[in-house]
């Protein structure tokens, strides 16, 4: 089993619909980052959370950390938000962290 | 601010041979990781490497290395080309390795590697 779950894997939208995507994690984790990568690659850094919410514009991330659950909300979408987007946990380890992914969530926004 | 610079950004080689890629980080990061991304596992952790010691190592093999510079610049090296070893690298940086808001990543654009 994965240490980091999401869903769903593939997510189609019309634009200006309201879009959850979620994430469950198996491991303790010193935080919890949500990414956006488009295609050719480049990742960007949505937001890292450790408890609560946070919000930027149009997007909204939730964690409960008791639940090991996360989730990412997209209101009002746009197709310039059609990419994938993935769930990340940082995991502090003996020496040093690493980050444990999972597997996106590709989104298509329709005009 | 510079981002995150990966070069080179496309590469193709031979099975057998190997290949040094680098990366650097944003002025003032201190820690790089590094990260393969292929279709069938997704992205996997490599490296960590914070003040040219390396933090924490990924489960591969030991084909796959990396060193860190005292300018924080770093590589990462993968000897005896496999074909499964074409895959994105994408490295990040970070001011350091705490946990505070100010620890986020940055990451690169990624180096695209093709084993043929």
């Known amino acids: 089993k994965n240490e980091v779950e999401q869903s769903p894997q593939n997510l189609t939208a019309q634009e200006g619909e309201f879009i959850t995507i979620n994430c469950s994690y198996s491991?303790?984790?010193?935080?919890l980052h949500w990414l956006q990568q488009h295609p050719g690659g480049g990742i960007v850094s949505l937001f890292m959370l450790s408890s609560g919410k946070k919000k930027h514009g149009r997007l909204i991330a939730t964690i409960n950390i008791q639940e090991k659950h996360s989730s990412l909300h997209i209101t009002a979408s746009h197709p310039r938000d059609s990419a994938v987007y993935i769930c990340?946990?940082?995991?502090?380890?003996?020496?040093?962290?690493?980050?444990?992914f999972g597997e996106g969530t590709q989104l298509t926004v329709n005009p | 601010k510079a981002g995150v610079t990966q070069t080179p950004r496309y590469l193709i080689k031979t099975r057998g041979q190997q290949v040094t890629l680098s990366c650097s980080p944003i002025?003032?990061?201190?820690?790089v990781s590094w990260y393969q991304q292929t279709p069938g596992q997704g992205l996997q952790f490599l490296f960590e490497?914070?003040?040219?010691?390396?933090?924490n190592k990924g489960n591969f093999p030991g084909r796959f290395s990396g060193r860190q510079f005292s300018n924080s610049r770093s590589e990462m090296n993968v000897s005896t080309l496999e074909l499964g070893d074409s895959a994105l690298y994408l490295c990040?940086?970070?001011?350091?390795?705490?946990?505070?808001?100010?620890?986020?990543?940055?990451f690169g654009s990624g180096t695209r590697l093709t084993v043929v």
């Open positions: 990040a940086s970070r001011i350091g390795t705490g946990r505070g808001e100010d620890y986020g990543y940055t």
């Open positions: 002025s003032g990061h201190r820690s």
């Open positions: 491991v303790g984790i010193s935080a």
């Open positions: 490497y914070f003040s040219e010691t390396q933090r």
């Open positions: 990340a946990a940082r995991v502090a380890e003996t020496s040093g962290s690493r980050l444990t």
